[in-house]
């Protein structure tokens, strides 16, 4: 059973490390992702110091929405994104957090709203920087795979994919910029039935 409610999404964030050295690397996946819908929709990240990271407005289906990628480290993700919802009044059902994945493979990404952060920095974080440790929020849980060995997670997100794997992430996350659509457009049964029922191609 996928836990899912029904509040309207204001503020969508791609979590990443911030600088060159990171920004192809399967940590920064979620970053990715907040890129493309950005420019899907021909709308420009600026950077904004107060929110501690770049920053854009987008209106989808009459709605106004919040975009972010935090500049912190991704084990300081909660300030960016706790300045930013506090500013604008945005509770934490009313966040979108897109991330990457190590439980599924390229190609898979998955909806899901509350949930463990245990083994996600970023997500911790967010959830100790926002109203309650029992603060809960929407995920776009975008796979990058596992390497096999807990002891090598840390240098495997820190890596960048291998050529096939990144191509199976970019088509999930064009797949997921549609279900945004969707959500915003339909409702987020749409959203969510579309982005599950997805396969790449072998």
Known sequence: MINIKTTQIKLIVGLANPGIKYSQTRHNVGAWFLQRLADQYHISLQKEHKFHGYTARMNLANCEIRLLIPTTFMNLSGKAVAAMANFYSITPEEILVAHDELDFLPGIARFKFGGSNIRHNGLKDIQSKLTSNIADFYRLRIGIGH??????????????????????????????????????????NRAIQCLHSFKVNE
Do not use: H, M, Q, T
Request: glycine residues 2%.
């Open 147 to 188: 390497p096999g060995d807990r002891n090598k997670v840390l240098r495997f997100v820190l890596e960048k994919p291998l050529i096939n794997e990144k191509e199976r992430i970019n088509k999930v996350i064009s797949v997921a910029i549609y279900c945004i659509k969707l959500y915003f457009e339909e409702n987020i």
